[in-house]
């Protein structure tokens, strides 16, 4: 289908908005009035920059509190409506959004806002223009799209059709089944937009808060079915006011956004697909059928193969290594042509690197996690798709004797590496030596650690969604709701994202809800991985037995959790004695918890152990694990 | 009255919470329990803490999910409880905040509730400690303050009273008359917190978007007034929290936490000093009276003395001279002793400085406004008003025959001097040699300016709150409502302040919403100063006639205005080659304004002509005058 995009979606000037449209592959822009306005750019010259970018102005908006007026009125908007149509001459665009009264003063007569509409279309008809007429959710008088469906048919003049917005109709609830009984051809225009469940204003919501579809809590792919349904074969458009996308990278969020509806098509191609195979009836076969994009299949069983770390030699690396053979992790090959050790502790194999994954060069920053390795069946396919989704290609300099692995750089800049995975031999492991090397980071005494939890990834202020939709899509996770966590400077925002089995893949994204403080884009913000174990008591005692001390918890917490659960006593001590966190879910699942030390500034390491099949990531404790960070690095 | 806050309402350790609240001079603090669970001083330290900052304990909090259990629930819930009594002794706070049961579960047998209260209370009694009971305006069964207050009536417990919270009453248009028959001694505490209305969850709306009295919509004069009345005479307490206080410096927002009491107490004694003069009844007089601190009375009559621009000799001054002189300047006079030009038209006063009026050092930045005289009747109270707001005084460096001007630092860096004025001689002027300058400078042949309209100034992001509450209570303006703009690289919130009077004070505040792109910190964000005129057109020609273009709006801006109103052709065209735009308010006053290029970055001038009572700014134009801009400075 053609792809869309609103100039209100992306921050910049007119000129830039396309320039960015057209980079991410979009066939079509929403001209929005404020962005001409504002530019120095006559239509026609609008019109010419477009067209050599590839891209065709789809529709011109908006057209406010036209219908529902009285006779002076109607005379005044015609009037209006006739300067937007000569400059929709001149700006090539053959559509024109008019969306329902707004206005305190507009006239609940039905026949005569249906009377006013064809007089619109028949003025727009001279000028080739059509009237794509949409409910907002806050019309005054109509408010649904039940209802201006009943005024353009009742209108019935060819240059008249509705507009179809997701977020008009799914932010109050409708029910978009009905859509399916507007003919697509009277469809003339459909904007997709998702947003957060949030109990605010619906002009607030709508203006403040829409994102692209796969980001919010809406079902978008339900919805377009609808319209598919009734035979629309007009443009995916996406039309999102959303604060942070208007002062972002243009590039970025319109590349995000093309994202978003490729996952879309990809999920509508693959529900045709089934209904055919399972013989379900498909649209109604007298209507148009969109032709739609399908992507190689998501990754499946995917699991961590590895967590990279860089570090500095000379610098972070040294207390690196301490800690990881305190937590019983043994340095055991080294790769064969990079700077690149091997570490593991049972099923858990690290990577430490002096190296930047994304650049090659040496790397010069705190140490952090700069590259997931994620096991999964067909690693070229798993590419392929990630590359359809935009996902940025990385190099990958290598020998020619060493395995292929292809990488992508996620939106928070980590590396994906797609590795062939255990029954595929594992391949990868080939490229260090066969040998254990011997040093004195011999691992520990302490129960070996079962598998990567899940890692913890700061993440740019103006890429939260993206990075979610993005691990989401490349990877086949599925997000959990956002939670927010009081730092001690301020909120910190964290998501995390889960392939749904148990030792696959969970990733926490977590952002400064302000950008501002110690998770901010200028301070870097914290990363981490967590182990797994099956005694988190043995593993805390065997690191302090190392030499490690794990991160120091408050008394005052203890004392906490002794008012409000019924932890045993002398478990509740052992707990205190070692740093150790709880959290329990209402089905009675039980989560324990330790951290270690911040190494280097912004890295650290968590060992947990889940009992009852709890799910979560003991969010409850963060804001304590975070002050007791801070304070161990203001000593 | 005693003063309390919140540890909740401030950023930091909670060390740093109680030492930000002494150094403001707070009396006391809420413990809030998350500070203290996250703290590593055992509540015996907090408490020594405290006392040595002169800070009592006010209330610990909160205690959830109490009342309307079931037996079981009750026991457990007791247990808990009497953990925190214990923990309360060690931390010398006596008062117990005790939140309405929000659980789902929670039972709706106000019988069963208050009796539970009342088990509380006798277990409480021992301890010393004092149960005060709040309805949460999302409190499952208990969600308004006449229902706490007939739980706890029917309690009827010595050590058992309700606490009041403005906001929980106020969100949901509760009337606040009826704490007034509460007797004020069963009024245990008092919270206050103020709000933007906003259409949004309760839950939502109270988390995040709480501010200090003075900062929202809601009227704290007149709801404290009422629970004065009923004979409650603890603690005045601020219980805020918001989103950008928990991210900004906890002094700061200390500072500004005491100054909004300080205001609304002033308000609170200025109610009852009027009630004496008028034979109005007072409180009742079975009831006690809680003493109230006054303010020395605000400004009145206040008006712009001057504006002080400081810019870089051999940097940008010299762009800054040629565009006044283009305006119509002359270069009138010389400070006596400091390097200071005096720049007139008509009856506008611009000082043109190489020093940073603060630092008194050289000025090393773009060119910026960097103070405000203001024009008072009684610069000495105004300045003794100021101290008192804890506006952090200047040290003004002069020498002993120059008029002495106290001066104080904005939030945002502003000075802000007291100038004695006309009827009291604007003896400031006689610092400035008294022969008129003659330079090449000279004003050029357009009508003269009569007055400085607005000055619109950039605000740090952590403390536009803060700058709206400074501003109003310093300078005794009214705030309007906050407008939010789309600039090219994303929102600005722009709120503005007036005193109500014509040819009066008038300052616009200007923040990036989420504090990025040319409206952070870190690009500084524009300033301006804005000039009347009575004839806006020879303003503009004449200032294009000495060389200086007007900032060029673009064609689709007039074309848009040709559809949208009747402006004369003529008009249109006119305005067209002068960039010069328009804005009507509902009354049918309107507004032309150009402005200048940018100069040095971030400095621009505007002209305005104001008819027929027109109150506004022009908000409606600053989108394509900050694209304008930032496509002149792309160039």
Redesign the interface.
């Known amino acids: 289908m053609r792809r869309s995009i609103a100039t209100v979606s992306l921050?910049?000037?007119l000129e830039e908005k396309l320039r960015a449209a057209a980079a991410a592959g979009f066939d079509g822009v929403e001209v929005f009035?404020?962005d001409?306005?504002?530019?120095?750019?006559?239509?026609r010259e609008v019109r010419a920059a477009a067209a050599e970018l590839g891209l065709g102005i789809d529709l011109y908006q908006p057209f406010r509190d036209f219908e529902g007026v009285d006779d002076a009125g109607l005379e005044r908007n015609l009037?209006?409506a006739e300067?937007?149509f000569e400059?929709m001459l001149e700006l090539g665009a053959d559509t024109l959004l008019v969306c329902s009264n707004a206005a305190p003063a507009a006239l609940g007569d039905d026949a005569r806002a249906a009377a006013q509409l064809r007089h619109l279309a028949e003025a727009a008809a001279p000028y080739g223009v059509r009237i794509a007429y949409e409910a907002l959710a806050w019309g005054r008088r109509v408010d649904t799209y039940e209802h201006s469906w009943r005024l353009v048919a009742e209108a019935d003049h060819p240059s008249l059709g509705v507009c179809l917005d997701s977020f008009h109709i799914l932010s109050k609830g409708g029910d978009p089944a009905g859509i399916r009984a507007i003919p697509g051809a009277k469809i003339f225009f459909l904007q997709l937009a998702d947003a957060p469940y949030?109990?605010?204003?619906l002009l607030?919501w709508s203006r403040h808060y829409r994102c692209f579809p796969g980001q919010g809590a809406f079902d978008l792919t339900g919805f377009t079915r609808h319209v598919l349904a009734a035979g629309y074969t007009g443009p995916l458009s996406l039309e999102v006011f959303n604060?942070?996308f208007?002062?972002a990278d243009p590039h970025r969020t319109a590349a995000d956004a093309m994202r978003s509806l490729s996952v879309l098509e990809d999920a509508l191609a693959r529900e045709r697909a089934a209904e055919r195979v399972g013989g379900e009836p498909g649209a109604d076969g007298a209507r148009p059928r969109a032709s739609l994009t399908r992507l190689p299949d998501p990754p499946d069983d995917a699991g961590y193969a590895f967590v990279e770390i860089a570090a500095q030699e000379g610098g972070g690396a040294e207390r690196v290594r301490a800690v990881l053979a305190a937590l019983g992790f043994s340095h055991t090959r080294d790769h064969r042509s990079k700077p690149v050790q091997l570490w593991s502790s049972g099923g858990v194999r690290l990577l430490l690197s002096s190296t930047d994954p994304r650049l090659g060069h040496t790397w010069d920053g705190d140490a952090a996690v700069t590259a997931l390795g994620v096991e999964v069946a067909d690693p070229e396919r798993a590419a392929e798709r990630a590359e359809r989704l935009l996902a940025p290609t990385l190099p990958r300099r290598r020998d020619p004797a060493e395995s292929r692995l292809n990488a992508v750089a996620a939106p928070d800049g980590t590396a994906v590496f797609f590795c062939p995975g255990r029954r595929e031999g594992r391949e990868w492991l080939a490229d260090f030596g066969a040998e254990a090397v011997r040093d004195r980071h011999a691992g520990g005494d302490g129960a070996p650690l079962s598998a990567i939890d899940h890692v913890g990834l700061f993440q740019p202020?103006?890429h939260f969604d993206e990075a979610s939709l993005f691990y989401r899509s490349v990877l086949g996770l599925t997000p959990d709701e956002s939670l927010e966590v009081?730092a001690?400077?301020?909120?910190v925002r964290s998501r995390a994202l889960a392939d749904g089995g148990d030792g696959g893949l969970r990733i926490a994204l977590n952002v400064?809800?302000?950008?501002?403080?110690a998770h901010s884009d200028a301070a870097g913000g914290a990363q981490h991985a967590a182990f797994a174990c099956d005694d988190v008591f043995a593993a805390a005692e065997a690191m302090r037995a190392a030499g490690v001390a794990p991160l120091?918890i408050?008394?005052?917490?203890y004392?906490?959790l002794?008012?409000?659960t019924d932890l045993a006593p002398a478990v509740r001590e052992r707990m205190r004695a070692n740093g150790i966190l709880y959290d329990r879910s209402a089905d009675g699942g039980e989560f324990f918890h330790f951290y270690t030390p911040m190494l280097d500034n912004r890295l650290f390491f968590e060992v947990v152990q889940r009992t009852g099949g709890y799910r979560g990531y003991g969010a409850a404790n963060t804001?304590?694990r975070m002050?007791?960070h801070?304070?161990e690095q203001a000593r």
Chains 1, 2 share one sequence.
């Open positions: 921050s910049g000037t009035e404020n001409l306005v504002a530019s120095p750019l006559p239509p009037r209006r300067a937007k400059l949030m109990a605010m204003d607030q604060d942070v208007r002062a202020f103006d009081a001690p400077d301020g909120l400064s809800v302000l950008g501002r403080g120091p408050p008394d005052n917490y004392d906490d002794a008012a409000r804001a304590v002050a007791a801070r304070a």
